[in-house]
């Protein structure tokens, strides 16, 4: 352990640099820029601000340093009241104080711990949209409704309009109505229901399709808020210490099979930037928890993504398993899925794509400085070493993943065990010697490990105990 701390921070003497910087969102995660720079010109015109020349429309719209101090309270409420009007208005709002330019160093930057229970409120709008997110239909038999049947409007998108059983509805709660029902079968019905049933409902209103469309995209809009908040180093502790935060983002990592593709992309890149802070012991601590999130559902999750077909997904997975590793406490929570990892990051590794070679070499280096165990696993597994020597062999267009590669192979070699496994390569460690002057050190290093005999003192140990 205090080799792998002495090497984090030894920096160009041989070990990691220190955390890669926060990234930005993963190519095809459907951002728009017009639609962005709407939302900034809305949030001006609901603030009073005077609305910029056109040229200045989107990410160069500013507004001023007070107007989150002065208008906190409202934003909560507004985010609170579930009320369409103010909830665009304080999305609008919040987009525009927490989207920046990556080189924008901004000084009136809103930092989340200003603006108490904002948290909390912009995590209960995604909340709401997970509770009618997966149709129930695909869980639970249709029933009818007796609540809010008869109501005309629904407070989001168009009018209620009832529909008879036979039809085709992607969701319960649109189901047939009660008028069509006997009264007494809806007496026994009612009847048989648990005590809670009608915390099971959507809302007092029946939504259609329009309004769960709009709720959806209010949830992306809160999770491309919290996403940005979450780029913010005053913002990092309160977040990763935050335990509904956590859980609702992992949640929607749980189910990025049929959630939107965008606000799994938010939910993911949040969590990669917490990654450092990350502990994993939080879901088994005192604090309060909505979800019931646990530490191997957590990983799971990541699993999931780390699998996925999407490039940007496996890629920040990648990374975020390899920051969160650096923290010992997640140690005994990562070691029972270390088989799987090291087997997709060889896959990953393998990819043509640069950045997911990065993100793979990047986790597997962090990996292979925990402990014995993991640099034997990971020598065992097929392809891992011809996979590292090609990502140097290429080379890799960024320096810093061969140099990673070479140490990750010169790691392994210190292992006894591990010798038999690598002297096959002998003759591809000699030639990266010769050919890669860049990294002649550690071929040479990796060569005397090999060809060296480090039995000698196990020899004079056994002479002299006995053995």
């Not at 036979?166 to 009660?178: F, L």
Request: hydrophobic fraction near 40%; aromatic fraction near 6%; glycine fraction near 6%.
């Amino acid at each position: 352990m205090q080799k792998r701390e002495q090497i984090k921070l030894g920096g160009a003497a041989g070990g990691s640099a220190p955390p890669a910087a926060k990234r930005g969102r993963p190519i095809g995660s459907g951002t728009n820029h017009a639609a962005l720079s709407a939302v900034a010109t809305a949030a001006a015109a609901a603030s009073g601000d005077s609305i910029a020349p056109s040229i200045l429309l989107g990410p160069s719209l500013q507004v001023h340093s007070a107007f989150a101090e002065q208008n906190n309270k409202r934003i909560v409420m507004a985010l609170q009241s579930g009320l369409k009007s103010e909830l665009t208005w304080a999305l609008n709002a919040l987009t525009l104080l927490s989207f920046k330019e990556k080189d924008d160093v901004r000084k009136d930057a809103t930092p989340l711990a200003r603006i108490p229970g904002l948290l909390d409120a912009l995590l209960q709008v995604i909340d709401d949209w997970r509770d009618i997110a997966l149709p129930r239909v695909l869980t639970k038999t249709p029933r009818s409704r007796l609540l809010g049947a008869n109501s005309a409007v629904t407070g989001f998108g168009n009018d209620y309009e009832t529909v008879n059983s036979g039809d085709s509805v992607p969701h319960p709660t649109a189901g047939s109505g009660s008028s069509n029902k006997d009264p007494s079968a809806q007496k026994s019905t009612s009847k048989s229901r648990p005590s809670g049933w009608w915390f099971e409902e959507d809302g007092l209103f029946n939504l259609n399709d329009e309004g769960r469309a709009e709720k959806q995209q209010c949830a992306i809009a809160v999770s491309n808020i919290i996403r940005n908040f979450s780029f913010m180093a005053e913002n990092e502790l309160a977040m990763g210490q935050n335990r509904h935060c956590l859980e609702t983002m992992f949640q929607c990592l749980e189910d990025y099979v049929t959630e939107d593709e965008e606000l799994v992309t938010n939910s993911l890149e949040t969590i990669m930037n917490l990654g450092p802070l990350l502990d994993l012991r939080i879901f088994s601590s005192s604090k309060p928890s909505f979800i019931k999130m646990t530490e191997k559902r957590a990983l799971q999750a990541i699993m999931g993504m780390l699998g996925s077909a999407v490039r940007g997904w496996h890629c920040a997975a990648a990374e975020l398993l390899g920051r969160m590793i650096l923290n010992p406490e997640n140690e005994s929570f990562l070691m029972p899925f270390a088989p799987q990892i090291y087997k997709r990051l060889v896959d990953i590794i393998s990819f043509p794509a640069g950045d997911a070679q990065a993100a793979a070499v990047g986790a597997l280096y962090n990996l292979a400085e925990v402990n014995m165990d993991c640099r034997l696993k990971l020598a065992s597994e097929r392809w891992a070493v011809d996979r590292l020597l090609k990502v140097i062999k290429m080379p890799h267009p960024v320096p810093e993943v061969c140099r990673k590669a070479a140490l990750i192979l010169e790691n392994l070699v210190l292992e006894p065990q591990n010798k038999p496994v690598l002297l096959a390569y002998e003759n591809a460690f000699a030639e990266m010697l010769f050919s890669e002057t860049r990294y002649a050190d550690t071929f040479a290093r990796i060569l005397h490990e090999l060809t060296s005999r480090p039995s000698n003192k196990i020899t004079s140990a056994r002479g002299i105990w006995g053995m």
